[in-house]
């Protein structure tokens, strides 16, 4: 059998890996995308309706946000603007980081603190939304 009969992934060796190789970077590119499309409609709608048809910023306070997040709707929101404004922010400098960091010891450190930093944020932001207390004040 010469190599020309042999079926592609046997004549060509990295074209077996690449049968293999994750998505990853498809994924990630896609939910760029799709995040940014739906981050704008959260953003506009919560400056809309924050800014306009509320009153505008010199009536939020504290009362203001524990009558808000005391609707599963406005917890909803905040914390799908939270989420995807974190993992889009965190996904953005991911690459930041891959294209600059010359280094992989350097690469994996400050994605690493990007990773974990960016972790804690989500998790202490989902608490505060869940948790809050509209007693304290």
Do not use: C
Not at 39 to 65: E, S, Y
Request: charged letters at 15%.
């Amino acid at each position: 059998m010469s190599v020309s009969d042999r079926p592609l992934d046997l004549a060509l060796p990295g074209a077996r890996r690449s049968k293999q190789r994750s998505n990853f970077e498809l994924y990630s590119w896609i939910f760029m995308r799709v995040s940014g499309i739906v981050l704008v409609f959260l953003v506009l709608g919560h400056l809309f309706i924050m800014n306009i048809l509320d009153g505008g910023v010199q009536r939020i306070n504290f009362a203001f946000v524990a009558g808000r997040w005391a609707s599963p709707f406005w917890q909803i929101w905040d914390l799908a603007m939270l989420w995807l404004a974190m993992l889009h922010g965190t996904n953005g400098l991911r690459t930041i980081i891959n294209d600059y960091a010359e280094r992989d010891q350097t690469r994996f450190w400050l994605k690493m603190l990007l990773y974990v930093s960016s972790a804690f944020i989500i998790l202490l932001g989902t608490l505060v939304i869940f948790t809050f207390d509209p007693n304290l004040g």
